[in-house]
């Protein structure tokens, strides 16, 4: 039977399972990813369950988030991730090498291999051949330990890329056009598959911006092929022995099927405040803005960053203007150097900072009230720039600079030259020092880890309780973000490896009483409901972690987002959804809700009546829970699960 590339790489890969849409399947994992603001989490997990040594091809830290040091918590937290990427035997990267994705890209990812990362957007090196996934902390950390992940088989869906792209258009806003066309839930159980002659046009980069968005749009994951494109990638990296060509049989079949013509694509822009709010840029010409900002794991490559310089050169940005130039790696950024683009841009009145995250994750850059931000970043949740009432709006590069330019948004085509032509440098740069390689095993045994005064414990997590009378201290609408459950940014980050205060500012955003009410309620605990798409967004396993940490024991919901289902899961939180999603409407703030007989229950049925109390009221409730979850939600959650697993296989 003709395979699909992502057949294939599942197929390779399989450990459990069938690959028939909807049934759970196990697969094996070669490499990891995580960052500093889930990373250090994850080392403690690691910590946790008594790991040795890390059992994957390849496993890398990232310190990219937390590089703002106004006090020692993220520099002391550095230094715990740097020991514990020894102990462990991690790649690590220091602060200033760069933002994860592309410098795995760059120096570590592999046609036709898995990688499983502790960020939402790891699925940006699905653009090298391979089947790269965000999960949450712990998946991560038993991936490391030598456990298969387990998903939902997704649909595959086909997209057909055909023509070419026009001047002024590039690779950001074709994945603004899917969203446009199917919004921030299209990609929910699907991994998108890019396909067609229009492939040809599209670098490696290209296509990184392309699968990296794939998260805002819900998917799984994106795939591209491993072709010549990627091939004379990793040969400009010093790796070209690293290449296999991957590709779809022909004939292959696709469960769903779109086909975007690049050649009637045309300038596009998310307006506030949803990846899936897009609308052409031409349709909000004019709206002035405070800050223009090119940078991020959407837009990480040399080209991203040389046309904002050529557009910009020579010229120069209006006073009340903000143009923050954040660079994705260390060798982007001596290429750009080299290449007099920084020189270009400075002189134009650019801002430069330090390669990494930055304000794409709140932490630092954040624009004034009630002014218009433009930004190559992929998300623009409700307070996710650091400024709580805050209005970003996310473009392309071309659409970025000539909106800098201009000192509003402007539609790049209306600018009076012609379309710059950049090319990638003929030598660039090759930084094989940007990882840190691991110890030898001997060695790595003999490294104590080191933990400042920021750092708790993860508490231990009681088993599911058989009877709880809950009350309901949240009903919350659609689309509520990771963000808006527990916000990013300088002020909440440094706080990630100390649960008890990185909790206070849980649901803030929402709700400013819901952490007072919850400690009320914290032994007894409680319960949370909203509508569709609850907990899109980053993977941070905080947002399961921290409210759990303060009484939650069910989420019932219209339904879910990926992987903060599995995060409430991996924590022992019950998610549940409504049969009836009109049940939601039934519900208020304060209504307490009845459960008996839980653990029996869930293990025999999957739908179940739970009671309204003094209300006289029942609603039907299901889980969508496996045989292997429900025994992970019984035992209170992953750790302690996987605890027992680790403690068989080293007895």
């Not at 059992?55 to 937290?77: C, F, G, L, P, R």
């Not at 402007?410 to 020092?433: C, F, G, N, S, W």
């Not at 703030?589 to 029942?618: C, H, Y």
């Amino acid at each position: 039977m003709a395979l699909n590339l992502t057949q294939k790489l599942i197929q390779s890969h399989l450990v459990s399972g069938e690959m028939v849409p909807g049934e759970e399947i196990g697969l094996k994992i070669d490499q990891t990813l995580t960052q500093d603001a889930t990373g250090t989490m994850v080392m403690l997990e690691l910590e946790a369950m008594g790991v040795k040594r890390a059992q994957t091809e390849a496993s890398a830290q990232y310190v990219d988030h937390n590089i703002i040091q106004v006090d020692n918590k993220n520099a002391d937290d550095h230094l715990f991730l740097q020991s514990a990427t020894r102990r462990f035997g991690l790649y690590y990267s220091q602060p200033g090498n760069g933002v994860s994705h592309p410098v795995h890209m760059q120096r570590l990812a592999k046609p036709g291999k898995t990688l499983l990362g502790s960020d939402s957007h790891t699925c940006a090196n699905g653009c090298m051949g391979m089947l790269a996934m965000g999960a949450g902390g712990l998946d991560v950390a038993l991936a490391i330990a030598g456990e298969p992940i387990f998903i939902n088989m997704p649909k595959v869906w086909g997209v057909k890329l055909i023509g070419k792209l026009p001047d002024w258009v590039s690779a950001k806003d074709i994945i603004l056009e899917l969203l446009r066309r199917f919004e921030v839930k299209g990609g929910v159980g699907k991994i998108i598959e890019y396909y067609g002659p229009g492939l040809e046009t599209l670098s490696a980069m290209d296509r990184h911006v392309i699968a990296n968005m794939g998260a805002e749009l819900g998917a799984t994951t994106s795939v591209f092929p491993s072709d010549e494109t990627v091939r004379e990638f990793l040969k400009q990296q010093g790796r070209e022995e690293d290449w296999v060509e991957l590709t779809a049989d022909e004939g292959a079949a696709y469960d769903l099927y779109e086909e975007i013509n690049l050649s009637e694509l045309e300038p596009l822009i998310a307006k506030p405040s949803s990846p899936g709010n897009v609308v052409p840029v031409a349709e909000v010409a004019g709206t002035e803005i405070y800050q223009s900002y090119v940078g991020s794991s959407a837009n990480p490559g040399y080209r991203d960053f040389a046309i904002a310089a050529k557009i910009v050169e020579g010229k120069r940005i209006p006073s009340g203007v903000s143009f923050d130039i954040n660079p994705t790696s260390r060798q982007l950024l001596t290429d750009l150097v080299k290449e007099s683009h920084v020189a270009s841009l400075l002189e134009a009145g650019a801002r430069l900072h330090q390669a990494g995250c930055n304000g794409c994750i709140g932490m630092g850059q954040a624009p004034a009230t009630g002014r218009n931000s433009l930004r190559t970043t992929p998300r623009n949740f409700p307070g996710r720039s650091g400024t709580r009432e805050d209005s970003v709006f996310l473009c392309s590069p071309e659409t970025a600079a000539a909106s800098a330019l201009t000192g509003k948004i402007t539609d790049p085509r209306t600018l009076d030259m012609p379309y710059p032509k950049v090319a990638d440098p003929e030598h660039p740069t090759i930084d094989t020092k940007l990882l840190v390689e691991p110890l030898p095993l001997e060695e790595a045994q003999k490294v104590e880890l080191h933990k400042g005064p920021n750092i708790s414990l993860i508490p231990e997590l009681d088993e599911l309780h058989d009877s709880m009378e809950l009350p309901i201290l949240l009903k919350m609408g659609d689309n509520i973000s990771t963000d808006e459950i527990l916000a990013g940014g300088a002020r909440v980050l440094p706080y990630r490896s100390n649960l008890p205060e990185i909790s206070k500012f849980s649901f803030e955003i929402i709700d400013r009483t819901y952490y007072t009410r919850a400690q009320e309620s914290k032994m007894t605990g409680h319960a949370l409901v909203a509508g569709s798409n609850y907990g899109q967004g980053s993977s941070r396993e905080h947002a399961a972690l921290a409210p759990r940490y303060l009484g939650l024991r069910v989420a019932l919901v219209k339904d879910f987002a990926r992987i903060h289902w599995q995060n409430l899961v991996n924590f022992g939180v019950l998610p549940l959804t409504f049969i009836d999603p009109l049940d939601y409407d039934l519900l208020e703030m304060g209504d307490v809700l009845v459960f008996s007989n839980l653990r029996q229950t869930i293990q025999s049925v999957n739908e179940f009546p739970i009671a309204i109390k003094d209300k006289d009221k029942q609603l039907l409730v299901q889980h969508a829970l496996s045989k292997r979850q429900i025994e992970v939600m019984l035992k209170g959650g992953m750790i302690n699960w996987a605890k027992e697993r680790q403690r068989l296989l080293h007895s």
